[in-house]
């Protein structure tokens, strides 16, 4: 390697100078990495925190950058604009001749390889799974990933390929990360910090492999480091200081400039220099401190990479001073150097923007597909190893639909009525009647057709019955008077013409107990259904027409549903669709903001994943899951528990997924939305009780103030709630309006929860 | 003895993460032994994961050591009086660990609080320190700051009470150089003043300026030792090298490495104190130290102690408050969510269906003379009193459909029957009726005589048609139709002179013991509905706050100051309470007086109910805090349990519908029994002293009660 330094060198010393004026784009173009008059701010406008202010940066190719810099600096800031995560406010960056973020210039993706500050793997994943994961994301055949990995593991001394990230060591994660980042074996590596709280043995040997892939000279390696002093191997460092640089130079040249032994002591001298000059620029020109970065230039391929030649570097000092004409020999030797490495970029076609990467232009069609299985591959194998996200997955809506036809709907049984029997006299709760057509012990006859939920207490008079009832032991009383049954008789005889008193003392008087609504209502109608059927029953054996006994209204055979509505059969649609819509939101709402949290999404991205392919990758696995979740859901409610389904199952099936569809684009509105996970989680679940009352699952929205219909119609389950029960109890087509208003509301919802996403994420990245 | 006054010992120590037979065994500590001077400052250095974190908080008394003896400051950590955790130790973590919603003076203010210091004394340390590290305006919020700014906070809070003891964990990381220089010349001074330092850092340069060096590496220290000592000894320019040189050395021979910490080269003045000091098992044989606790007398320590427990109690109020109140989203959710929910179940649930169309054929009235417009006839007559008392009925279809839209059921006229079946087939209507064309007449006969013909009977019925798969809807035009007979009948028999209630079914309804003859869904599950609100608010709020809390290590940090957990408990209980009360009498107000709930019993025993159930949801999140390491964890728990308890615990369909088991199982749900409670107290006007109100309360107690025990016996039995 230290040959090839010695012909560089050499050709620096005999290479015709430039030009100054030449110094043009396709210039900046031949450099690895160059950035002109970079600013950048965050917040607002009227108060913005300053990250980059004029930077210029110049990274040459098959070079170690060393840059160093306190945390706070804008480091990791830059790194981001290289790498095309963030945009610069102004200024311009060329990456390995083309801008970063455009069409063609393969950064982000392959041709760059980076190792955030975090660890940012998958914990669950092992270390064949994670380099795999990458590998296709790159692009790689799985052949070739396999071949990379066996030789990663040697040469980073890494355990076995079957071990999880989250067992491994903190140092060994590390290592793990930075193979990743070596894995396609990038033109331009970017490391942040890949030597903090390293073993000093790796540090040693991760900084030997550096120097070893650059030193075939058409690799680059951009690194960040707090320990200023390892940063002496780097062939150039550039010390950044609130923004700005405030030296780009060999190290040797630095040690000299300064006449410090230490790189730490440099970079202080600066630092102090650099205050120094604030306080004088508070008086003077702004924009003045800009000198320090404008003198000095890019040393690159200048610098001497070893340590032995610490001490001397003879052009150092020049290079202080000789401006122009070092930066341009230094270009001119990296265009004999590279000129074949990228892509034959005759210095002729100086004008020529466009960058010409051929290569590129085929790894972009081919690795979407891998992207893709890389992704979905990802997100399946997290939530497999998820033992507790796959109960909730999957146990989670079994047992919901379980418990909600076991518990819900049935009518209430064992409900005690307290009896009053002075018509009849009682012995030990047995009331005797005859079933013929006898008009004695009405009262028993009557009794004995109210038993289908309800338990006869007998006693002995009426305070007690009604202070049984008031003390909750009973739910209500019912009370016949001594000449019951002969004043019945006499009111059917005489019909109209019965008098006063007959007809009060025919009567039941009944008292309930009507503060449990659902109960109080059910004994009302059973009290009153049970005479009907008694009367009924009466006059059939006596040979009467028996709908004498009923009151003049008829009521036919239902249209739809049958006579006896269950509760359960109104609510299950709505049941059916909120546990497929939440278990969505609750699966997605916290997905994307993990992955943000912990680097992965930064890593993801800029290995040239799109936020679109994210959102798909997560997608279909989600509507996997779900296919899993309507199958369970449907198969318990509509087999096992029998709820009545008389339309097209097709349909049922199509509008459960598209719910399930919806709420998972809500969970990333969510996600999206929200920077903490508990603001997402509150979101979620403060979002479910509301939802849950307002779409007529439990209340028809027939009963609901007028404005508040309204909105529960623009809600997402409302429609498609309608549109479910229209389906399985009236057996409707999807032609009917009702029905296809469901599908079309949930379609509008996915479309627009959708765009809000993508709008969210695109005002963040910029 | 003079020798060995040491600040820190550390003898033998043994440390592991996980179980020695499983697979996710970890030593971190292995016998190690370390002695730290006083007014020193001690530099650690070792990569990231050798057990530096670990030894460190077994020195402030955060962990425990598997085996072996830690003393600090003379006594040892952990153990009363020895003021360690507390104020005698300044300890700053590696992870930020400050409250984002606190200002920067407010962060440094509440160390200063939980150290018991005064007003002014806070204040001028304050202006001391943010001139000494450079911090940003006292009035920014932490979580606005930038990583560097936040570190130089961090450092800040641990300096404000010039410990005896200041435990830095990388407190250089990502500093620029000037202030880096600047905070060791800074240290310098202290440990000259003598002030113990342990400062752990990867710059293993800077360490340059320590007095003494321990290199730590897989659990064990490689070498203890003055810089100079170490350069000179191992012959090297920077101790960087020298580090390389002795980690080559551990991994060569991994064999001997048992035999390297206990070697005289390594540590040859420490071996022999620790052999000294090792006769010293508690703070009371330990005569050397001086320290400013010791010299008071017994009785004046005690009320330093009272006065030092108040003054953490305030500093822990303080924070929680200022955390609560700055963030905007937790507030929202706290205070506006139950109104949202509260609004949006009275407004949405239990209110009869509006505007309900019927669809009517009206036989009877078309072939009238005047076709349909009869029926808008005001002054129609319908029944005539005839002399020998029989009556004579006309048009009373008309009558019936009045009724009717009484009963909010609107007719829409249709033609023929077919027309009207196929309106509700179609889902336009919810029901369609048809009166035939003598309907009167045929109902006065079958009213006179008692006996009629089948065909009488056909024609004096209304035959009704309903689309029954709207369950609440069907069951309300049922309810009406019937009603609207009822009165049209009553009407009816009126004009004619005969008891009104001839016709009706024999049975007659008294007013009810509890509640209204027409009882609402809203008052039915207004109580259920507000315990679980109330319930899981508390039980979110409260768990979303504690892993918060523990996550960012807040928790952590302010244990090491001195606040001991039942305190941070005793003061999240305390504010989360006045949360509780706020939201019930919120509830309340919106439920009694915005929607005009009616309820009979106690408001009071309603409130303090309520109230219960709010403390009882929030020892439930306290649970999910202590038993779930992570939001999504404590979501997923949160959500599975939600749902489930909804569906059983009876408000939606009564208890007394389920299967015998399944109503066993509901009943011992936290919310059960105390929505019944609630229920009867409302409709029944039950007072504290009835059974059903009483099970209430002791069901909410027991629950309050179980919660806090598995609480406990997590805590106890988690190893640290």
Not at chain 1, 294 to 317: D, Q
Not at chain 1, 351 to 362: A, I, K
Request: aromatic fraction near 8%.
């Amino acid at each position: 390697m230290g040959d090839a330094k010695e012909s560089k060198m050499s050709q620096i010393q005999f290479s015709p100078p430039f030009e100054k004026q030449e110094s043009s784009v396709w210039q900046k173009r031949q450099q690895a990495v160059c950035v002109r008059h970079a600013f950048k701010h965050y917040g607002s406008k009227k108060r913005p925190n300053h990250v980059l202010s004029n930077l210029n940066m110049t990274v040459a190719k098959g070079t170690i950058y060393g840059l160093l810099g306190a945390s706070g600096c804008g480091k990791t800031t830059l790194l981001s604009c290289i790498v095309g995560r963030r945009k610069l406010n102004s200024g311009e960056i060329w990456v390995l001749g083309g801008k970063p973020g455009t069409k063609g210039s393969g950064v982000p993706g392959k041709r760059v390889g980076y190792m955030p500050q975090e660890i940012a793997l998958y914990g669950e994943f092992t270390i064949k799974e994670t380099m795999m994961y990458f590998g296709w994301i790159f692009g790689m055949e799985t052949k070739e990933i396999v071949d990379r990995l066996r030789f990663l593991l040697d040469f980073l001394d890494l355990p076995s390929e079957n071990r999880m990230v989250k067992n491994l060591s903190g140092g060994q994660q590390r290592r793990v990360s930075f193979a990743v980042a070596l894995m396609h074996d990038p033109e331009l590596l970017i490391l942040d910090e890949p030597t903090v709280g390293v073993d000093p043995l790796l540090r040693q040997s991760i900084w030997t492999h550096l120097v070893r892939i650059t030193s075939s000279g058409d690799k680059t390696v951009i690194i960040t480091t707090h320990y200023i002093e390892e940063a002496r191997q780097a062939h150039c460092i550039g010390l950044m200081r609130s923004g700005r640089l405030l030296a780009e130079e060999s190290p040797q040249a630095l040690l000299q400039m300064y006449s410090c032994i230490s790189l730490e002591d440099v970079f202080l001298k600066l630092s102090r220099k650099q205050v120094d000059q604030h306080t004088q620029q508070t008086v003077s020109l702004p924009g003045q401190a800009n000198q320090v970065v404008e003198l000095n230039v890019t040393g690159g391929a200048l610098g001497l990479n070893k340590m032995s030649k610490r001490e001397e570097a003879p052009y150092a000092a020049e290079d202080a001073q000789v401006v122009g004409l070092v930066f341009h020999q230094s270009k001119e030797v990296l265009i004999v150097d590279h000129g074949a490495g990228s892509n034959g970029d005759i210095p002729g076609k100086v004008t020529d923007v466009t960058p010409d990467c051929d290569d590129c232009g085929d790894c972009l069609n081919f690795t979407s597909r891998g992207k893709i299985k890389a992704l979905i591959q990802k997100n399946f194998l997290r939530m497999w190893r998820n033992i507790g996200v796959m109960l909730f997955i999957f146990v989670l809506p079994v047992m919901q639909v379980i418990l909600f036809c076991l518990a819900i709907g049935r009518d209430p049984s064992g409900l005690k009525l307290a009896i009053v029997n002075d018509d009849v006299r009682i012995i030990d709760g047995y009331c005797p009647y005859n079933s013929s057509c006898s008009m004695k012990n009405l009262s028993c006859r009557y009794l004995d057709n109210l038993n289908n939920h309800t338990i006869k207490e007998y006693y002995a008079n009426l305070t007690d019955a009604l202070k049984a009832v008031e003390d909750g032991e009973a739910w209500g009383a019912l009370y016949f008077n001594e000449n019951y049954t002969d004043s019945l008789v006499a009111r059917l005889a005489l019909a109209d013409t019965a008098d006063n008193e007959t007809i009060t003392s025919s009567e039941v008087q009944v008292w309930l107990d009507m503060s449990n609504q659902q109960i109080g209502l059910m004994l009302n109608r059973d009290i009153q259904f049970s005479y009907r059927d008694f009367a009924k029953d009466l006059l059939q054996t006596c040979e009467y027409n028996p709908k004498l006994g009923d009151i003049p209204i008829d009521f036919m055979d239902p249209i739809y549903g049958n006579k006896n509505p269950s509760f359960t059969d109104f609510v299950a649609p709505g049941v059916i669709l909120t546990i497929v819509f939440f278990l969505a939101v609750a699966l997605t709402s916290s997905a994307l903001i993990v992955e943000r949290m912990e680097g992965l999404l930064d890593r993801s991205w800029v290995a040239g994943v799109s936020p679109g392919e994210i959102l798909f990758s997560h997608v279909v696995t989600q509507f996997v899951v779900m296919c899993g979740q309507t199958a369970l859901v449907l198969i318990f409610m509509i087999s096992v528990f029998g709820v009545k389904n008389n339309g097209n199952i097709v349909f049922v099936i199509m509008l459960t997924l598209l719910q399930g569809l919806c709420g998972m684009c809500f969970g990333f509105v969510i996600s999206a939305a929200c920077e903490l996970e508990r603001n997402a989680i509150q979101l979620a679940l403060g979002s479910f009780y509301p939802t849950l009352l307002l779409s007529g699952v439990i209340w028809p929205i027939e009963g609901m103030p007028w404005v508040l219909r309204y909105v529960s119609l623009c809600l997402p389950l409302t429609l498609a709630t309608n549109s479910l029960r229209s389906i399985l109890t009236r057996g409707w087509p999807i032609t009917d309006p009702e029905v296809y208003m469901g599908f079309v509301s949930t379609l509008a919802w996915i479309a627009l929860f959708l765009i809000v996403t993508l709008t969210i994420l695109k005002f963040k990245r910029n | 003895m003079a020798v060995c006054s040491a600040a820190v010992i550390v003898e033998k120590a043994n440390k592991y993460y996980g179980r020695p037979d499983k697979p996710d065994f970890k030593p971190v500590l292995k016998d190690m032994d370390m002695v730290v001077d006083r007014g020193i400052i001690y530099g650690l250095l070792g990569p990231s994961g050798c057990g530096k974190t670990t030894l460190l908080s077994c020195i402030v008394g955060r962990r425990k050591l598997d085996s072996g003896n830690v003393w600090v400051l003379g006594g040892r950590p952990g153990e009363k009086g020895s003021g360690v955790p507390g104020p005698r130790v300044g300890y700053m973590p590696q992870d930020i660990a400050l409250v984002g919603e606190f200002t920067v003076r407010d962060a440094i203010y509440y160390f200063g609080r939980i150290y018991g210091m005064k007003m002014e004394k806070m204040m001028e340390r304050f202006e001391f320190l943010s001139n000494l590290l450079d911090l940003p305006s006292g009035g920014r919020l932490i979580k606005t700051l930038s990583g560097g700014q936040q570190r130089r906070v961090s450092l800040a809070a641990a300096l404000v009470h010039e410990p005896e003891l200041l435990i830095l964990d990388e407190p250089t990381v990502g500093l620029d150089p000037v202030l880096r220089e600047r905070i060791w010349d800074f240290l310098a001074e202290q440990a000259r003043r003598g002030t113990t330092v342990i400062i752990t850092t990867h710059y293993i340069d800077e360490t340059k300026q320590a007095h003494k060096i321990g290199l730590l590496r897989d659990g064990q220290l490689l070498a203890e030792d003055s810089p100079e000592d170490l350069l000179r000894k191992f012959d090297c320019d920077t101790l960087e090298e020298a580090f390389l040189k002795l980690a080559m050395r551990q991994h060569e021979m991994p064999r001997r490495r048992s035999t390297l910490t206990a070697s005289p080269d390594v540590i040859p003045d420490s071996s022999m104190c620790t052999g000294v000091d090792s006769r010293y098992h508690s703070r009371d044989d330990f005569p050397t130290i001086t320290s400013s606790t010791d010299v008071l007398t017994k009785k004046d320590k005690l009320k330093g102690n009272k006065k030092l427990t108040k003054s953490r109690y305030k500093a822990v109020f303080i924070k929680s408050i200022q955390q609560f109140a700055r963030h905007p989203g937790g507030l929202i959710f706290s205070i506006l969510f139950p109104i949202i929910q509260v609004v949006a179940f009275f407004a949405a649930v239990g209110h009869d269906p509006r505007d309900l169309q019927i669809g009517v054929v009206n036989d009877e009235a078309a072939f009238s003379p005047f076709g349909l417009k009869i029926c808008s006839n005001t002054s129609l007559v319908t029944t005539v009193l005839q002399e020998d008392e029989t009556c004579d009925l006309y048009m009373l279809s008309c009558w019936f459909l009045e009724e009717m839209e009484k009963k909010m059921l609107f007719p829409t006229v249709f033609n023929s029957t077919e027309e009207a079946r196929n309106a509700v087939a179609t889902g336009k209507l919810y029901g369609a009726l048809h009166f035939s064309r003598n309907f009167s007449s045929a109902l006065g006969k079958r009213v006179a005589d008692g006996e009629v013909d089948d065909d009488i009977v056909e024609d004096s019925s209304v035959s009704v048609w309903l689309d029954m798969t709207n369950h609440q809807i069907s069951n309300f035009m049922k309810t009406q139709l019937h009603k609207a007979y009822e009165s049209f009948t009553r009407r009816a028999m009126i004009a004619c002179g005969r008891p009104d209630n001839l016709v009706q079914i024999p049975v007659h309804f008294e007013k009810p013991v509890y509640g209204k003859s027409e009882p609402q869904v809203v008052s039915f599950m207004a109580p259920g509905i507000l315990i679980t609100i109330i319930y899981f608010l508390s039980a979110i709020v409260t768990s979303t706050l504690m892993i918060t809390d523990r996550l960012e290590g807040v928790w952590e940090r302010s244990a090491v100051a001195g606040v001991k957990p039942k305190e941070m408990l005793n003061v999240h209980i305390t504010l989360q309470s006045v949360v509780i009360l706020l939201q019930t009498i919120e509830m309340m107000a919106l439920a009694f007086i915005g929607y005009g709930i009616p309820s009979v019993g106690s408001k009071l025993v309603c409130g303090l109910l309520l109230f219960l159930q709010g403390i009882c949801g929030m020892c439930y999140g306290f649970l999910l805090s202590v038993y779930c390491n992570s939001h999504t964890m404590s979501f997923f728990v949160a959500t599975g349990s939600f749902y489930p308890m909804i569906l059983l615990c009876g408000i939606l369909w009564p208890l007394e519908g389920m299967s015998y088991t399944l109503r066993m199982i509901s009943l011992t749900l936290p919310f059960t029994i105390p929505s019944i409670s609630l229920r009867d107290i409302m409709e029944k006007g039950a007072t504290i002293m009835d059974k059903s109100v009483i099970y209430g309360f002791l069901t909410t107690i027991a629950w309050i009660v179980i919660t806090l025990a598995l609480i406990y016996l997590r805590l106890r039995f988690k190893k640290t």
